[in-house]
């Protein structure tokens, strides 16, 4: 008789190292963010500690972690600051290369990229060229 229950196989979460891999990695975009000069502008007044921990809900949730994102619809929480596609993917990029330092393989980083594509449009409120 042959045991046939494997264990799952790790979330990119669990792959990533969790939740404090995540905390440092989120920690690191906003220093990159905020000291990018096209995308300081953004930041100037917001409180980075919310902005943080959502942010860790968030990707913690969309890597497959025990984290609920409660935090305001996306759209609602970027209605009015007039991002354009070109600010979204410089946050994009920042965020692709803290996650790849912090040792994310390709399919955390390919979950991350889904789920940013999947809210694009209700962050991106400026498009190129308009």
Do not use: C, N
């Amino acid at each position: 008789m042959s045991d046939d229950t494997t264990p799952p196989a790790p979330t990119p979460y669990e792959r990533l190292g969790g939740a404090t891999v995540i905390r440092t990695a989120v920690d690191e975009l906003y220093r990159r963010v905020v000291d990018d000069p096209e995308l300081a502008p953004y930041f100037a007044s917001a409180d980075l500690a919310e902005i943080k921990d959502h942010q860790v809900r968030l990707l913690g949730s969309v890597l497959g972690g025990p984290q609920v994102y409660r935090g305001r619809a996306l759209g609602a929480a970027h209605r009015g600051l007039g991002i354009t596609d070109r600010h979204y993917d410089l946050v994009v990029a920042h965020l692709a290369a803290v996650l790849e330092e912090a040792g994310a393989d390709d399919g955390a980083v390919a979950a991350v990229d889904e789920a940013i594509a999947r809210v694009r449009p209700d962050i991106v409120e400026v498009p190129a060229g308009g």
